[in-house]
């Protein structure tokens, strides 16, 4: 319950009508204070008037007033700037460390948002205010969408600067591990990180004269070059003698081929055509990042990624399955998923390594000119009437989903809040 007196207090959703201290006192809120998330009162600099005296200090909630000695803060000379304290249970008066008395307030909430709170918190659904979210106006809903999606790409700059710090800073090599891991597109992903960060970058670089030692690397650092009997085509052993080279000369150990998932997943998708596809983008370009900095529009970005494998490929998915010809390349959707989920990101991030805020611009105007992404959870949301307009829209949505509806963090949700105050 303390966490419930905490966020009413701070969002001010109590009744103001004839508020009184345990002691009959008359009180009046002029402001709450500001929430400290560091030790000390829970809220700092508010302001309250009591039987017609103004006090301005510090404000701490508890469950039961009792609370206020178990927790130490009866000889605490740090709350003694608290003027006062809000309770559920009035079980104790309590005092400051030099014993003047402290005024409590047992927080009165309206029963609409009692009523409110259970119905969010208690609701079993997937999507808890499906049903209500419509009545929410589209200014609150535009505005939390827009927070929602920068507190997505703060997050996976969070990642991004983490990953820079491994590897001193280096964003060509951060750029490729974040690239391998959405070549996994979902099913894949861990397996496909794993691989990029057994298998360095600089080595890829030192074979770019080699198309069949790129092809090989990928290939053999992922296990599926291990089996010989698995196929007597000569390109399977050629590639299998490259990589023992490189095994040998990089000092590799290739992963256990069995990460990787294959079952269920259309052709294109298996982990040997994403390999040598990657493979075809490393052979092409040596610093992909400082490239796409320099880039002046999405179809520009686009072209670095359309390249297609070795001929080898357009006749196989696997080395011992042959088909029809059809040469391979990444699709308009794929390559979509990888500019939402890899460079927008990274791009956010270089702005705000290197305090350039027309870099984190230009990530944000990237997904504005993306199409929205397809899947379960923008469906949900669209069926409860929120406009989706492009791809930084289902970003929002997923960071919603993730952060708080899974999480069952509604309090903490704006659409929550306003869901809260409604009667």
Known sequence: MEYI?????KYRLYSTVDLRTTENEHVEIIDPGIENNDSGPDFFNAK????????????EIHEKASDWIRH???TDPLYDNVILHIVEVDDKVIYRSNQTRIPQLLLP???????NMDWLLNNESPLACKERLPAIDGIHKSEWMDALLCERLQRKTEDILHWLEQYEKDWEQVFYILLCRNFGFGVNNDAFERLARSLPLKHIQKQRGSASQIESLFLGQAGLLEDEYQTQHHYYHFLQQEYRFLKHKYNLQPLPSHIFKRLRLRPNATPHIKLVELAAIWIKHGTLFSSILEAKTIREIKDYF???PSIFWETHYQFNQKTHSCKKQIGE???????????????????????????QERALKLLERMPPEQN???????????E?????????????????CEKKRCLYCRFGFQLLKQS
Do not use: M
């Open 72 to 74: 130490g803060h009866a």
């Open 333 to 359: 959707n794929a390559l979509n998923i990888l500019l939402i989920n890899t460079v927008a990101p990274l791009l956010f991030a270089y702005g705000k390594a290197r305090h350039l805020p027309e870099c």
């Open 109 to 115: 909430i309206p029963e609409k948002v009692l009523d």
């Open 376 to 386: 379960y959870i923008i469906t949900s949301f669209r069926q409860t009437g929120i």
């Open 306 to 308: 359309r390249v297609s």
């Open 5 to 9: 007196l905490h966020y009413i207090w």
């Open 48 to 59: 309250v008037i009591v039987d017609g005296t103004l006090w301005a200090g510090s404000v």
């Open 388 to 404: 989706v307009k492009n791809a930084g829209d289902t970003q929002a949505l997923i960071q919603l989903k993730r952060e708080y």
